[in-house]
């Protein structure tokens, strides 16, 4: 009995020896990062991942951070808010990390808040939902960002387009779930700034099939555009279906569906679809004078050339929010350390910084740092994305 | 609210049989294996996804024609529904339907794990069988696509119920359905025709796939978000009813576009599952389905 506890505890010894000096040895700084790798949302989840991992291979390439490498700990939150809450705890409490990437949708960000906002541990989403980021009822926001626009100023940069268009009578048509609802709120509470005003309201299932019903209804109310938001194919859906229903109002999608994908799935119907975008997707067209045409470019050769993530999953609109979230936190790291107060201050003092999807400018108050010059409108022209005219 | 005009009414009772035709499609799926095995196949859902796959495949990968592409996509699904009998379901060797059932729901997962692997994440477009271009009918418009589905839907039915009354193997079918020692003992091989019905209800399914994903669009689980659908339009026909699948498919589309237009788009699968609720309470074995089980 007594050799054996001996041989326990030695193997114990051994174990915890080997541990300690792999920490030591390598300084790494470790950032927790969990996204939907499986579940609906996959295909968003998968290619964040693949851009984080770049934006970490990059920034180690060029020396690491303040000579010591960077190192993710991924983790899959399959879509669920449960899954979610544990990979955090694990990252917080198991693998001690500075900060947290992910995760990618609102849903689960919101499940997460709260446990890191108790930890204290920064944390940047790549989420598309404001209530991430606000206060109130949602919660305190101290230690969590995000990286996409909020879905306020994407409405904000297409109204402003559709003031400047003399198009202010408009139908709207949006999803019934958590984001097209989102977009909804905003557009009718941001309307009367801009003049504009709702000649009809319709919504859909997200996974509905056929949307005629809804938009011969609008048809009837006579607007002069039709705005559509949701994201996935019942986008696309809604552009066949305009398409075959011979409507020849102008349709303006959300700021989530500047994607190939979008093109591919609606085909010749979508020529001439407007939305908001990121400035990812026309980067080509933009005039030199722009801050951020040589970091998007950059960042273009990397992901099509050097990592070639392209063919499987090529270039849309949501493409560089990972990369943001990983710089800015890194850079963060570079200037305050990694203890978390300090770390959140550092993050929270971001200015000026020219990231792929705008340039960021933090407060206290604002945890995204984005105003609408960071989004242009684009037009579907000739099977691709355009500056919109 | 105003008033729907004629043309209007006429546009969304072609919207409900767009997803009626769609929902019926699979509901048939689902009736074939009933009707010999006496269970709910859930692995139905994931063949529909796979016709959509094979379709997309034998088109983009193999570069095939549209009429061969969508023979092989149907053929391809049907041997996968056998393997999927011969592989999954025989080795049980269980008469259990809750066991049986389990197993289908399971070897669905596995299904859509490996159609995950084999084509991606990503959503896919699917071309229609014929070109694109709406067809005008008293100010109303209707897809070419979805009088394709009409007419094949209508054949694949015919097909049925003529392979179930009028052939041998139908004979063969109904006869281990209704008691699968008694076939035996006349010399029914069980295996055999347990596998040729999941064969059926691979093609139906196959079938639905690379029809409505040119319309739904295309990817590893779009088979279980109409699924659903299908399997409550099955339901509504009275499961088993070849005929009875093809009018609740029908019902539940026309009551859910009705629904979107004439009182709230935000509600309608509520309006149309609560009708669906009533229809039940009052004919619980369905529209068609036969009073006693």
Known sequence: ?389 | MNMPTLTDSLQFLFAGLTNGAIYALIALGFCVVHNTMGIVNFTQVDLVSLGGMFLYSALFLFGLPMPLALAGAVTAAAVTGMAVERVGIRPSRSDNHLVLIFLTIGLSVILRGIMKLAWGKNRMAVPPLTADEPIRLFGATILPQILWIFLLTAGAVLLLIWIFRRTTLGLCMRAVASNADAAAVVGIDGGRIRMISFAIAGGMGGLAGALVTPITTLSYDVGVLLGLKGFAAAILGGFGSFVGAVAGGVLLGVLESLAAAGLSSAYKDVIAFGLLLLVLFIRPAGLFGSAKR
Not at chain 1, 66 to 74: E, M, T, W, Y
Not at chain 1, 254 to 260: E, I, Q, S, T, Y
Not at chain 1, 348 to 369: A, C, M, Q, R, W
């Open chain 1, 1 to 389: 009995m007594n050799s054996r506890m001996a041989t326990l505890a030695g193997l114990m010894v051994a174990i915890f020896l080997t541990w300690g000096s792999a920490s030591i040895a390598a300084e790494e700084i470790r950032l927790g990062a969990f996204f939907d790798l499986s579940g609906p949302a996959s295909n968003i989840g998968t290619p964040t991942k693949l851009v984080a991992e770049m934006a970490v291979a990059e920034i180690n390439k060029a020396g690491g951070v303040a000579g010591r490498p960077l190192k993710l700990v991924i983790g899959d939150t399959e879509g669920n808010p449960a899954k979610a809450a544990t990979l955090a705890k694990k990252f917080i409490y198991q693998d001690k990390v500075a900060a947290i990437i992910g995760p990618t949708r609102t849903g689960t960000g919101m499940t997460v808040k709260p446990i890191v906002e108790k930890a204290g541990i920064p944390t940047f989403m790549t989420v598309g939902g404001d209530p991430i980021i606000m206060g109130g009822k949602y919660g305190s926001f101290e230690y969590v960002f995000k990286s996409p626009q909020r879905s306020e100023t994407a409405v904000k940069r297409l109204f402003t387009y559709l003031r400047d268009k003399k198009l202010e009578r408009v139908a709207l048509l949006y999803a019934a779930d958590s984001f097209g609802k989102d977009g909804a709120e905003w557009m009718e509470k941001l309307a009367p700034e801009f003049g504009i005003t709702f000649a009809a309201r319709e919504s859909f299932g997200p996974q509905d099939t056929d949307m005629t019903p809804q938009l011969t209804r609008l048809r009837n109310d006579a607007p002069q555009a039709v705005i559509c938001w949701t994201i996935g194919p019942a986008g696309a859906i809604v552009a066949k279906n305009r398409h075959q229903l011979g409507i020849e109002l102008p349709l303006f999608q959300c700021h989530g569906l500047p994607d190939p994908k979008y093109i591919e799935l609606a085909g010749a119907a979508s020529e001439g679809d407007r939305m908001p975008s990121t400035k990812l997707l026309v980067a080509a067209q933009l005039p030199d004078s722009d801050p951020q045409k040589k970091t998007i470019l950059n960042f273009i050769h990397l992901y099509d050339e050097v990592y070639d993530f392209d063919r499987q999953f090529p270039i849309n609109t949501h493409s560089g929010y990972a990369w943001d979230a990983v710089t800015i936190v890194a850079e963060a790291i570079r200037k305050a350390g990694t203890e978390p107060k300090a770390l959140r201050q550092a993050i929270e003092n971001t200015k000026d910084f020219v990231g792929v999807s705008g340039i960021y400018n933090l407060t206290p108050e604002d945890h995204n740092g984005l105003d609408i010059d960071s989004m242009v409108m684009v037009e579907v022209r000739d099977g691709g994305f355009v500056l919109a005219r």
